[in-house]
């Protein structure tokens, strides 16, 4: 009997896989505060990086091949959150599965398909959330449920759906400078200029 073939075995070492098989020395960072909670499908998690008070729900798949996924400190994603750092590669004559991640460093546009997925600083992402290759979720924003991210999301929005897109900000912008002034140093603030370029930006958007 073939191993590789056989559904039982391949089963049994899913379940463990998911359930068991997470190690925090197997990502490129995992902070000791970190709450994984399985079953979690991880691809590739030297190219994981869990910083302080960062959290990932059950039934999440993280594939990171190519790419790194980062997650700030204090964001958190609920159920279901899946990450794709990778994108498929269309080239004339061939068929999809014949483009690997071999022929796509050979051909030198790696990069143009796989990119890293960031998660800043006490974002929060919602139930079976979709993030996509090369997409930032700002500090502070919040992510609906079932939204799919193929855009990346400034600070302190709301956003949602499919494809997501910005609802609002949580906040007025004097407010958000407030609440920046008691979380973090000034090196690391936002500056007024900053925020007021994503609101612009978002009510250009929204008009």
Known sequence: MNIK???FIRGLYMLWKTYLGIRRSQFGLCDKSVRLTPPLILHNPKNIFLYEDTGIASNSLISTLNARFIMKEHAGAAEGLVV?????MIVLGKNHHEITDEYKRNSGMMSEFDKDVI???DAWIGSNVTLLAGVTVGR????GAG???SKSIPPYSIAAGVPCKVIKFRWTIDEILRHEEQLYPAEKRLSREELQAYFDNYQKVKN
Request: hydrophobic share 40%.
């Open 140 to 143: 502070g924003a919040t992510i």
């Open 147 to 149: 939204a799919i991210v």
């Open 5 to 7: 073939n056989c559904m």
């Open 119 to 121: 998660v800043e600083e």
């Open 84 to 88: 794709r750092t990778g994108n498929h």
